[in-house]
């Protein structure tokens, strides 16, 4: 090994060593993206190299065949031979084989001491049926991924090993601090769900608008400070119209499927790094295996899995020179559905049985609130906005009647008017707006003056900020085809 060990790679080693000394024989090692896990795989090979083993490395896609043949190399393990058609480097008698899942369906599997599966999340069920193999059931096979949460994963692994959390290594400084901004709200109505996530069809066509896209431009343009970003779409249409919608604002953008060569992906990663594309629209093929320097994520890509919304996430919290945080901007209101990506932990593998008494978010850790006056997203508890430094103003449902103070009580419902009038003015209140403001967007909406003007301000509520907003972004709109 030609890498140093970090503190929380040799406690991840121990541990691993500890659970194969107890007799597991199915150990699965969690390890955040940013945790080092290549190191940690070489090690794991290294080590089993130096008892004279030979290890089975598998990979869950071709693509990760010379990125892990190379990882390897720089680690000083280079007896090590590729299962592939025509590689350079097959050779069935070096001790160390990596191979694909994929191949090793259709191949001879080679004898190994160990077997270890990268990526493991991607359950496959071929290897549900080596691990079942009689002269394979005592031989080790060790997972790594940094979400293992596949539902039914525990039926073939008997231990999980937590390597660290994200938190850990964001305290630690190993990655990168975060910032999440929630500008845009969809309306995913009418997407049906199926197998756990949302229908790629029906989410296409919900996300997929010219103002969707339009707006995740403009809110690239505005907040985004021109970094290098990865923006994840939900398909290769929606994907291309993305950065379509980046390149007709003069922002240099490259395009990644799952039909990009290798020779095509590493040319716009070396862009990518220039400076010479600063933003990369994709769509599902860059969440796993990829560690260039991002430091602004787009989540435009809705989602219910904890697993893909980790993986989007963490391909931003890798450190670099000059990072001083992860940018998020999710269009997908994915954060405010699941939490951040620090609250999202998982204490034991899924057996495929359902369990009132297992979590999938820590029970002490609430969604967090988006700030009405920037859209930063702010933990639940935080009152005062630390992006802005807006605090809003708490407004006393009580309104003047008649001369007396009469509580309003949610069995007395104010009708449509009456109620946006009273939150209008309570918006007023916490923005610093006049009068005049409230009354002009009162008539905006009714096409009237209110009737009384003597109602208290009260709340406003997610429907009435909503409404505002969207004046605000047709005004900015209209102001720049003016000025244009």
């Known amino acids: 090994m030609n ?9 991840a080693l121990a541990a691993l060593r500890l659970s194969l000394g107890m007799g597991k024989r199915r150990p699965m090692m969690q390890a955040p993206t940013g945790f080092g896990k290549t190191i940690l795989a070489a090690a ?26 190379e990882s390897f190399w720089r680690e000083g393990i280079r007896d090590v031979g590729v299962i592939q058609a025509s590689h350079e480097m097959t050779n069935p008698n070096r001790p160390v084989q990596v191979a694909s899942v994929q191949t090793l369906q259709r191949r001879a599997i080679p004898q ?14 071929f290897y549900g049926t080596w691990m079942g193999m009689d002269e394979w059931k005592r031989i080790p096979f060790v997972g790594l991924s940094a979400t293992p949460w596949t539902r039914g994963l525990g039926k073939h692994f008997d231990d999980l090993i937590i390597a660290a959390t994200t938190t850990d290594l964001i305290e630690a400084g190993y990655l ?20 756990g996530d949302y229908h790629e069809g029906d989410l296409s066509g919900a996300m ?71 933003v990369v629209c994709n769509v599902g093929c860059l969440t796993t295996g990829v560690d260039w320097d991002v430091r602004c ?14 993986q989007m996430i963490g391909r931003g919290l890798r450190t670099a020179d000059g990072k001083s945080d992860c940018l998020v901007l999710d269009h997908s209101d994915t954060t405010l559905r699941l939490g951040f990506v620090t609250d999202i932990h998982h204490t034991r593998l899924d057996d495929g049985r359902k369990d009132k008494n297992q979590s999938t978010r820590e029970k002490s850790a609430p969604l967090p609130k988006e700030c009405t006056s920037c859209s930063f997203l702010k933990p639940a508890g935080v009152s005062k906005c630390p992006s802005c430094g807006f605090q809003p103003q708490k407004l006393t449902a009580v309104e003047v009647e008649d001369g007396n103070l009469v509580e309003l009580k949610p069995k007395h419902k104010p009708d449509e008017k009456r109620a946006f009038y009273a939150q209008l003015k309570g918006y007023a209140v916490q923005h610093g707006k ?43 709109k209209s102001k720049r085809s003016v000025a244009a």
């Open 3 to 11: 890498s140093e060990l970090r503190p929380h790679q040799q406690q």
């Open 176 to 195: 990168s601090r975060f910032r999440v901004f929630a500008p845009s709200h969809p309306d995913l109505s009418g997407v049906r769900t199926v197998a």
């Open 434 to 476: 006049s009068d005049s403001w409230v009354l002009a967007n009162y008539r905006a909406k009714f096409s009237e003056w209110p009737h009384r003007k003597d109602i208290a301000p009260i709340e406003p509520g997610p429907e009435v900020i909503g409404w505002i907003r969207h004046r605000q972004i047709a005004w900015a």
């Open 208 to 278: 997929d608008k010219p103002t969707l896209t339009a707006d995740v431009v403009d809110t690239w343009r505005r907040i985004g400070e021109d970094r290098p970003t990865f923006v994840f779409a939900v398909d290769r249409a929606h994907a291309r119209h993305l950065r379509d919608r980046f390149g007709e604002a003069g922002i240099s953008t490259a395009y990644v499927d799952a039909f990009t060569t290798a020779d095509e992906r590493d040319a716009i990663r070396r862009q990518f790094h220039s400076g010479e594309v600063r």
């Open 44 to 69: 794991i090979v290294d080590g089993a190299l130096r008892k004279g083993n030979r290890v089975t490395f598998v990979v869950p896609a071709l693509s990760l065949i010379d990125q892990t043949v």
């Open 297 to 310: 994520i787009v989540l435009a890509r809705p989602t219910k899995s904890q697993m893909l919304y980790v």
């Open 112 to 125: 190994s001491e160990i077997v270890v599966i990268d990526e493991a999340h991607r359950w496959f069920d």
